[in-house]
């Protein structure tokens, strides 16, 4: 079992930055995939960022691109979501996942993933 926990969501105006943090609790050991995914009301979860445990490879979705950075504390079990240049449409829950290795979905894909934080509000003010 696993446990994730978010933290640095907040209100921020366009142009800012935040910091996101997810803590890993319980079977750590395991070398999960973690991802970021964002949910704005009235729409599906969409996929944000996602980082691997080899080699670190990492992934965006085009709309963030450029804009957010995520990177992993591995002796913290910690997973950070830098956020830059924010705009409204940024505006979301989001949420940390993990995916157990020796699966075959692709890190974008929330269906892939098997543990999941309680999800952090970001809000972006025009």
Same mark, same amino acid.
């Given at each position: 079992q696993l446990q994730l926990v978010e933290s640095g969501g907040g209100l921020v105006q366009t142009g800012g930055s935040l910091r996101l943090s997810c803590v890993a609790s319980g079977r750590t050991f395991r070398r999960y995939t973690r991802g970021w995914f964002r949910q704005a009301p009235g729409k599906e979860r969409e996929f944000v960022a996602a980082i691997t445990w080899i080699n670190t490879s990492t992934y965006y979705s085009d709309p963030v691109k450029g804009r957010f950075t995520i990177s992993r504390d591995n002796a913290k +079990?910690?997973?950070? %979501? @830098?956020? +830059? *240049? %924010?705009?409204?449409?940024?505006? =979301?829950?989001? $949420?940390? =996942?993990?995916?157990?290795? /020796?699966? +075959?979905? &692709?890190?974008? @894909? &929330? =269906?892939? $993933?098997?543990?999941? /934080?309680?999800?952090?509000?970001?809000?972006? *003010? *025009?």
């Amino acid at each position: 079992q696993l446990q994730l926990v978010e933290s640095g969501g907040g209100l921020v105006q366009t142009g800012g930055s935040l910091r996101l943090s997810c803590v890993a609790s319980g079977r750590t050991f395991r070398r999960y995939t973690r991802g970021w995914f964002r949910q704005a009301p009235g729409k599906e979860r969409e996929f944000v960022a996602a980082i691997t445990w080899i080699n670190t490879s990492t992934y965006y979705s085009d709309p963030v691109k450029g804009r957010f950075t995520i990177s992993r504390d591995n002796a913290k +079990n910690t997973v950070y %979501l @830098q956020m +830059n *240049s %924010l705009k409204p449409e940024d505006t =979301a829950v989001y $949420y940390c =996942a993990a995916q157990v290795p /020796g699966t +075959n979905w &692709s890190p974008a @894909q &929330s =269906a892939g $993933y098997d543990y999941w /934080g309680q999800g952090t509000q970001v809000t972006v *003010s *025009s």
